[in-house]
């Protein structure tokens, strides 16, 4: 996944049904002496909205929680879309504009406290490791670089097949890919973590090599390839918001012709378009663990 030197400014267009971190606040900066309890925090996509409903399905949100034992405060962080996932996962196309427009980002998010009935209820809120103010402070500075050049959030994994050793042709970028690095780096540090099994969804799709296509300018630019062009927005039309039921199963049986019978679908990540010919089983959630890091044994000489 590509790092990008700088954040650029979102556009009037793109437009969240729920504001991004409206409680959010900047990282405090802790005594030295300070010990802070680290949570692991994860709960069913949209639990706030709909219960346990993707918790059934293993489609979780992960999170990070924090308490200062010198102030007794909580704190929340997590990385998600500024515009909700549909707007990271396919583009408009808008009147008047021959690309596709993506409404993409995604970004960090702290704040006070620690909603201990939203992470309970349907999911974890387990302590897995205690670290310094000192290591605390080192984090935060380690998360707004992450923030200002990791900016463009991405649903899909993509490998060769279902095989644990398979090919991983494109990495997903969402929230646990986030916690995973901020556990990471807390073990840089020196954090030591728990033995428990922790568990993350990931959403794949399977296909064989992936073909490079280009970028917006090459292929919607002025000298673009216009067939190339056309069959990217033809690909991309069935998947907008639906307005009635019909239009929904109408758009529904165009994707399973495209992906399914005709095995094709169009990726785009860092900014490229890339063509994925789909095998069985074309798409699969899975909730697969992914150890708790240990620390780096060369660098604290243990």
């Given at each position: 996944?590509?790092?990008?030197?700088y954040?650029?400014?979102?556009d009037?267009?793109?437009?969240?049904?729920?504001?991004?971190?409206p409680?959010?606040?900047?990282?405090p900066?802790?005594?030295?002496?300070?010990?802070i309890?680290?949570?692991?925090?994860?709960?069913?996509?949209?639990?706030?909205?709909?219960?346990?409903?993707?918790?059934h399905?293993?489609i979780?949100?992960?999170a990070?929680?924090?308490?200062?034992?010198?102030?007794?405060?909580?704190?929340?962080?997590?990385?998600?879309?500024?515009?909700q996932?549909?707007?990271?996962?396919f583009?408009?196309l808008?009147?008047?504009?021959?690309?596709?427009?993506?409404?993409?980002?995604?970004?960090?998010?702290?704040?006070?406290?620690?909603?201990?009935?939203?992470w309970?209820?349907?999911?974890?809120?387990?302590?897995?490791?205690t670290?310094?103010?000192?290591?605390?402070?080192?984090?935060a500075?380690?998360?707004?670089?992450d923030?200002?050049?990791?900016?463009?959030?991405?649903?899909w994994?993509?490998?060769?097949?279902?095989?644990?050793?398979?090919?991983?042709w494109f990495d997903?970028?969402?929230c646990?890919?986030?916690i995973?690095?901020?556990?990471?780096?807390?073990?840089?540090?020196?954090?030591?973590f728990?033995?428990?099994?922790?568990?993350?969804?990931?959403i794949?799709?399977?296909?064989?090599?992936p073909?490079?296509?280009?970028?917006e300018?090459?292929?919607?630019?002025?000298?673009?390839?216009?067939?190339?062009?056309?069959?990217?927005?033809?690909?991309?039309?069935?998947?907008?918001?639906?307005?009635?039921?019909?239009e929904?199963?109408?758009?529904?049986?165009?994707?399973?012709?495209?992906?399914?019978?005709?095995?094709?679908?169009?990726?785009?990540?860092?900014?490229?378009?890339w063509?994925?010919?789909?095998?069985?089983?074309?798409?699969?959630?899975?909730y697969?663990?992914?150890?708790?890091?240990?620390r780096?044994?060369t660098?604290?000489?243990a």
């Open positions: 996944h590509r790092r990008f030197d954040r650029p400014k979102t009037p267009y793109c437009q969240a049904r729920y504001t991004f971190c409680t959010g606040s900047a990282i900066v802790v005594k030295e002496e300070d010990v309890e680290v949570y692991r925090l994860q709960t069913p996509v949209w639990e706030f909205k709909y219960g346990d409903l993707l918790g399905l293993k979780m949100h992960d990070v929680g924090f308490k200062s034992s010198l102030t007794g405060k909580n704190y929340t962080m997590e990385w998600y879309e500024l515009f996932l549909g707007n990271c996962t583009p408009h808008r009147p008047g504009m021959d690309a596709p427009f993506w409404c993409n980002q995604g970004a960090a998010c702290f704040y006070e406290g620690i909603d201990d009935a939203h309970k209820e349907n999911g974890t809120l387990v302590l897995v490791t670290i310094s103010g000192t290591m605390f402070n080192e984090m500075k380690w998360v707004k670089h923030n200002e050049t990791g900016i463009y959030y991405e649903t994994t993509v490998q060769a097949s279902p095989d644990k050793e398979s090919v991983v997903s970028y969402e646990s890919k986030f995973l690095r901020t556990y990471q780096k807390l073990a840089d540090l020196g954090a030591v728990k033995k428990i099994q922790t568990n993350y969804t990931s794949i799709l399977f296909s064989g090599e073909i490079y296509l280009g970028n300018t090459s292929i919607f630019g002025p000298l673009g390839n216009k067939t190339l062009a056309a069959a990217i927005r033809d690909f991309y039309y069935p998947f907008k918001p639906y307005r009635t039921v019909r929904f199963f109408v758009d529904l049986l165009k994707i399973i012709d495209r992906v399914i019978l005709k095995h094709q679908f169009y990726l785009f990540y860092n900014l490229e378009y063509f994925l010919p789909m095998k069985f089983p074309y798409l699969k959630v899975v697969e663990e992914v150890p708790l890091p240990t780096n044994k660098l604290f000489g």
